[in-house]
């Protein structure tokens, strides 16, 4: 692997799920494997499960780890190409990143959406100099558009819970929030999910559909009830809008998913990537409930990671 | 040992404190035991001695170390069951801490008293959903109500500067400072002492008092002057009414430690947890002179925090 | 070595600069050398490739590393010796040094001029608490008049840079800025080149003499055209007025580097320690030309930092 930013850098995605779950199995099967290397995991943004299952996978693979709260410990960046750096900007994102390709063999960045301009966000105005400027690997900690290392413990979780033979149904759903949200995790999920041996449905308010470049041809329906119909798993996710770009129109019923909800399912396991507004996007009863598998989830980040990195590690060392 | 947030989860006293002490003689007698198991040292607050020491007591054990200044580079707790997350909370604390589960062997936090509701703090409200969610030992970085690891780390100061065959007096008192100030190194010190075979008083302004949960019997004088005589320990420490809780009734006379109140002592040795505020806590003759044990109390802190990793670590390949 | 403030702890700088050159041919030479010992990275400023770069430094030594964030992770100091603590400042320096002393081999700093008061900086009012109340062996991760990692790293670069059997000429020349900006980048390559066999001007304009401290018998000259004509070295740095301390007078002409100034010297080789302002300081079509090695100066502060810490372990084992 050289890069890991969408799913399109994962060349087998049925192999890459199959190693993360042997890493599970046993996580420290590569324990010499990034001896030597440093990878160099730079925040722009918070960071609470990303932040440490990066930190455990490098360790489990015997990496050496460098974190970088940027904003805070290091410089206020510029990103603008040209800019006249006469404001408050002390440090071009362009230079910071050929001093991490000094110190780096790989480097992992967390940088969000901003969420003001559509372009910039759209065009992972962040991310593309990373991909622009390293020369070393890099690998998406969530960017603008996408949250990969997420999508790939999705996947790993829904394999994990699914042993019938016929093709699962889950429903992306959207859940109500307070305030603007990037659409970063629905987007990579539907992306990935695209790849998966699974029927995929996308229920959201109207005003809510996703960029298409995502979607596709993913039916999407704008009733929640009859999205969730024999559900085998439900991703619960807010989102802002695209259309009228981090808008929030006006949105009819309830959309927070209950346990009445549920009963028109086929007992769905329910997702969530976390952090989770309780009782607003989910409800107590759901969250803390048996149908959840959020948790599960979580602890499947370590092992997105880890197979993420050992696949960099291969091609460093070819 | 099974966890440690207070004295109550020590078996034996002496012996913890003689384990202490052998690996202050040689910190690295057991660097091997912790591979493999990673310990989560989460800070909802600021620490110097806490984080660095406990850092290095996990790195001469072999733990792997997760530190998380949870504020600043995760999300902003929720912490109220129930809650309608529609505020400015983004992550309840029992979802983040069975995150926590699921990345480490060992949970490790620090939650300060709010000082705002005095039913939160006594119930500690913080503290006690580590209690109830963790799935794994949890060990208290100083918690609403007590600073365990800070009063163990008191008792092998104390043993290793005691060798006569009389018990010594130990005077817990008061001391003056700009602000209200939590109860947690008081009650601890208090609760520990009582396991200690030393002749304990506490030395505090009236409206002053401790919780009576912490001091039981210990007897309280409100005099300072009465207080030290013959004094063998002095710990100083400020804390705010407990009664009138976080407030800061009139105080008479100068509280603060000073060499003329060291007179009328045992040439007693001085102790504080740090950070001091000097010339307001105690002077700085005090705090540069030949009474004070100070920094070897914080030097402690490392065999403290080891000691009791150590017998957490004992519990887990149990 | 005893200690790495200033250039005067160097005994031999062309051995220094040659241990670099050999630990960056094979970093991982003494990897066992730090085993047990522990360095304390303590940063009172931000800091992106100090931080880094040192870090990578004793890892690759097999040191252990504790970083503190001292403002956000531990406690508001206070400086003055003497002060009645009650006001905004809850540790004294000195308590937090000789708690460091408890827990470190190795103290390292960074402590910025606070650029208000000249008598402070110029007393280097923070780290010389450092090298006071420091029981082990400091360095200097930049203090308020000098920053002597960097210079050894330029001083590597130059070496590095130059195979030629004459004197290169090394021209350290002012550059634009938009705020009061430190000397320390300033005065230690001053103080630095000055042990080179180099011949060194100093290109500033009137008012902006840096300390004759550091600078000596140096040729200064106030027009910059005149003083990079013939250079093959260009070191780019911006800094306030020395003499009206952190003043910025008004300025006759534009001193921004650019490639039309390049043009009069000796294909000069252009140097920056970063952060730069792009197209304040020098020019974008300046930072990005094949005239620049300035990423290579980054990336020479590992085996900067590495060399020191080494000198430094030997003294420990001495």
């Not at 510029?78 to 362009?94: L, S, W």
């Not at 559509?118 to 100099?129: A, M, R, T, W």
Request: net charge negative; glycine share 4%.
């Amino acid at each position: 692997m050289k890069k890991f930013t969408s799913v399109s850098d994962v060349e087998n995605l049925q192999e890459i799920i199959k190693k993360a779950l042997q890493i599970k199995a046993d996580p420290l099967t590569e324990t010499g494997k990034g001896k030597g290397k440093t990878i160099g995991l730079v925040f722009l943004n918070s960071s609470l499960r990303t932040r440490l299952s990066s930190q455990i996978a490098a360790q489990n693979l015997g990496l050496n780890v460098l974190t970088l709260n940027a904003a805070q410990e290091a410089w206020n960046l510029e990103f603008a190409d040209g800019a006249v750096m006469n404001g408050d900007t002390v440090e071009h994102i362009k230079d910071a990143i050929e001093v991490l390709n000094q110190y780096c063999d790989i480097i992992a960045v967390r940088c969000f959406a901003g969420m003001k301009s559509k372009e910039d966000d759209v065009n992972e105005s962040i991310l593309s100099q990373f991909e622009k400027h390293a020369k070393v690997p890099v690998i998406s900690l969530e960017s603008a558009t996408r949250h990969p290392l997420q999508s790939l413990a999705d996947c790993i979780t829904i394999t994990e819970n699914w042993k019938k033979d016929h093709k699962p149904k889950v429903v992306l759903t959207w859940a109500p929030h307070i305030k603007p949200i990037a659409h970063a995790v629905g987007n990579s999920f539907a992306e990935w999910m695209q790849e998966m041996d699974v029927e995929l449905v996308i229920a959201n308010p109207e005003g809510y559909d996703l960029d298409k470049k995502f979607t596709k041809d993913v039916k999407v329906i704008h009733d929640q009830d009859e999205a969730l119909k024999d559900a085998d798993f439900i991703y619960v996710k807010n989102w802002s809008s695209f259309d009228d770009y981090a808008a929030m129109p006006e949105v009819k019923g309830d959309w927070m998913l209950t346990n009445e909800k549920l009963a028109g399912t086929n007992d769905a396991k329910v997702m969530h990537c976390l952090p989770v507004r309780r009782n607003v996007e989910l409800s107590d009863e759901v969250m803390d409930g048996h149908n959840s598998i959020i948790y599960q989830q979580a602890k499947n980040r370590i092992f997105s990671a880890q197979a993420v990195f050992s696949g960099i590690l291969d091609e460093l060392k070819a």
